[in-house]
């Protein structure tokens, strides 16, 4: 069994075969999918594909830091009011908060850049929900690793308000090997994804994290793994990206297999 702990069958890259793209992953071994948002659409569309598809797909909600629905008028205040209220109307299929985080990249068309203050709002407000109904958050950070630590440290490791599960996943982690001891100090896992099976310095830095601070993820449609690097991603390669995993930790595929795995399900809860 292996789980692909992000990824987005919310988009509208799966629209036309969504049912084929569910069966392949099954048919690989990825019986479970945790399908993240950035916005408050595609976060009702997550919930929707958890209830159509029980015990297989399970949602995060969130607001990523950069406006990906540019023409929602709603201010972050507002949008973080009607987060919560998907948390409370939707929560038996909700295994998180996400993604949220930090991005001082250029929003790419047509999204819209928030300003720093604006992120850091919106990003501590869903950290604050997560507190709030003890749940994990799925963390995107990009070009802002130390403002990312900076903000995360105000609330982990140690809150009462937060004891049963870990603070959750560093989603496609790209932070260099300097930064893997603060982040794991703050009680966060990596999310591998698969452009590891590509890019040599990533491979040298997750070889310096252990498994047990590990999780997969593809965050289809996007970082295909080689062979299909290019294409539109699917959760089915879950089970590509965690076999070269296994090949540079050089652990068997089934030990890789079920030590992300447990990883997963401790977090998420699934």
């Known amino acids: 069994m292996l789980v692909d702990t992000h990824c987005h069958l919310n988009f509208p890259d799966y629209e036309n075969d969504l049912d084929q793209v569910i069966k392949n992953a099954v048919e690989n071994d990825v019986t479970k999918i945790i399908c993240a948002s950035s916005n408050i659409q595609d976060s009702k569309r997550a ?7 029980p015990g297989i797909v399970y949602a995060l909600v969130g607001i990523h830091p950069q406006q990906t629905d540019p023409n929602n008028q709603n201010t972050v205040k507002v949008q973080v009011q009607e987060l919560e209220g998907l948390v409370l109307s939707g929560s038996e299929w909700i295994a998180g908060i996400g993604e949220c985080g930090l991005d001082y990249s250029p929003a790419p068309p047509p999204e819209k850049n928030r300003t720093k203050g604006e992120q ?21 950070s990009r070009k802002a690793t130390d403002e990312t630590i ?14 049963s599960c870990p603070s959750g996943v560093w989603h496609c982690y790209a932070g260099g090997k300097s930064k893997v001891q603060k982040i794991t100090g703050l009680g966060l896992y990596f999310g591998v994804d698969g452009n590891l099976t590509y890019d040599e310095g990533l491979q040298n830095v997750i070889k310096a ?17 080689v062979p299909y690097r290019g ?4 959760p089915k390669n879950v089970k590509m990206i965690g076999d070269f995993l296994a090949k540079l930790k050089n652990v068997s595929s089934a030990d890789l297999a079920q030590i992300t795995t447990q990883n997963a399900k401790k977090i998420f809860k699934i």
């Not at 994290?209 to 793994?225: H, N, R, S, Y």
């Not at 294409?231 to 699917?234: C, D, H, K, S």
């Open 47 to 53: 919930i929707e594909l958890a209830q159509k598809y």
């Open 150 to 163: 900076k903000i995360l440290s105000k609330y982990f490791p140690s809150n009462p308000s937060f004891p």
């Open 120 to 140: 850091s709002f919106v990003f501590e407000q869903q950290i604050k929900l997560a507190l709030k109904y003890n749940l994990p958050i799925s963390i995107h």
């Open 209 to 225: 994290i252990p498994l047990e601070k590990i999780v997969l993820e593809t965050d289809a449609p996007f970082l295909a793994p």
């Open 231 to 234: 294409l539109r991603n699917e």
